[in-house]
């Protein structure tokens, strides 16, 4: 008999702790794993069309063999879809259904259906129980764990929402076999970030499994997801609220953040791990131009995400950039900067990274213009 290769981690967070399983063939069995957490058996799925289209009939075939009612709502694909006015219809759709405070969401899909079913869950009749069943890596080892929901407005992306956990989290390593190149080596990007944070031995791992990981190595896959998971886990364990340690979550992502804007969040230039790629570059740069961490770790890290297959460099954003004046301008407009000072996560190391809000202008500006000078 083969064994099974499904992995728990648990998020330890008190009378609200989960469950996240990573291995093949989950949402088959999505039905078997939320019946004990339900009240009745009933639930609603909210999904998108593209997610719709690969896997929404083996979730129904699963919750029917489990004897689970379910409505679904298929949402359009794409960022835009995390705003106020699909929210509102999402509401209405799920109060049509005559759901009740004891009844479950099932969010299915990427990191933009898990947000938004997230926080319709945690608005719906003052908060309703749901499951994340994430479809891409970057869901699988960032989004779907740790409880921050929200949506877009035109102040900027997740600026509404709310931190709510999931009761479940499935992560099936199958649906990774759909995903574009593109969209997992964006994944790959979160990945790369937990061993560059706090785990120099998984990271020397991935450089040593990129290609089975990217050849679809299940193995491998489910071992990165599962690692990946639970360091964000433990991290969202000590600081669900990000008043401290969570922050560290963010390596690359005030450079990365300015990035997005600047190509007005089109995921045809730029798409979130991309961003968030060439940020621990510069966030690793910049540490060593500030004498904390050996040149020989930046550019290592560098080297290993060029050969992923991942951009590293300004000029490798399509379309261009605005100078590096122009981008440390858009970094200020990050919703995580405290008192109009900005938060960077730098490295005194690969596995080792810290937060600091002692970055001068000067060196901001050299680390940029060096790049695109470049
Ligand atoms: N994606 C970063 C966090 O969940 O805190």
């Not at 364990?237 to 690359?252: K, P, S, T």
């Amino acid at each position: 008999m083969t064994q099974d290769p499904t992995k728990t981690v648990r998020v330890e967070l008190g009378d609200r702790a989960y469950d996240i399983l990573v291995g093949p063939g989950l949402i088959g069995r999505a039905g078997t794993l939320a019946a004990p957490l339900l009240r009745r058996k009933r639930v609603a799925i909210v999904t998108d069309s593209h997610v719709a289209a690969h896997h929404l009939d083996t979730l129904k075939a699963s919750l029917d063999g489990a004897g689970i009612r379910h409505d679904s709502v298929i949402l359009p694909p794409g960022e835009q879809t995390k705003c106020f006015a699909i929210l509102e219809s999402l509401m209405g759709d799920l109060l049509q259904m005559g759901l009740e405070r004891g009844d479950m969401l099932i969010a299915f899909g990427g990191g933009v259906i898990g947000d938004l079913t997230g926080f319709a869950a945690s608005i719906l009749k003052r908060g309703i129980d749901f499951i994340q069943i994430p479809t891409t890596l970057l869901s699988q080892v960032d989004s779907s764990v740790g409880g921050k929901t929200g949506i877009n407005t035109p102040q900027g992306k997740n600026l509404v929402g709310t931190f709510y956990q999931p009761r479940l989290v499935l992560a099936d390593t199958d649906v990774l076999k759909t995903l574009p190149m593109r969209e997992f080596l964006a994944g790959y990007a979160e990945v790369v970030k937990y061993g560059l944070i706090a785990d120099r031995a998984f990271y020397d791992w991935l450089e040593t499994h990129i290609d089975a990981l990217k050849a679809g190595d299940q193995t491998a896959r489910i071992e990165a997801i599962e690692t990946s998971c639970r360091w964000k886990a433990k991290i969202v364990a000590q600081d669900e609220r990000e008043g401290g340690v969570r922050a560290l979550l963010n390596l690359g992502h005030t450079f990365g953040h300015a990035l997005e804007a600047a190509t007005g969040f089109s995921s045809d230039r730029l798409v979130h791990g991309e961003s968030v790629s060439i940020g621990m570059v510069l966030a690793f740069d910049l540490s060593a131009r500030l004498g904390l961490c050996p040149g020989q770790d930046a550019l290592r890290m560098r080297r290993h995400l060029e050969r992923a297959g991942l951009p590293t460099r300004l000029d490798q954003v399509a379309g261009g950039l605005p100078d590096a004046h122009e981008l440390i301008e858009l970094m200020g407009h990050d919703k995580k900067a405290v008192d109009g000072k900005l938060t960077f996560i730098l490295g005194r190391g690969i596995g080792e990274a810290f937060i600091t809000q002692d970055v001068s202008h000067a060196d901001l500006m050299e680390v940029l213009s060096r790049q695109q000078a470049a």
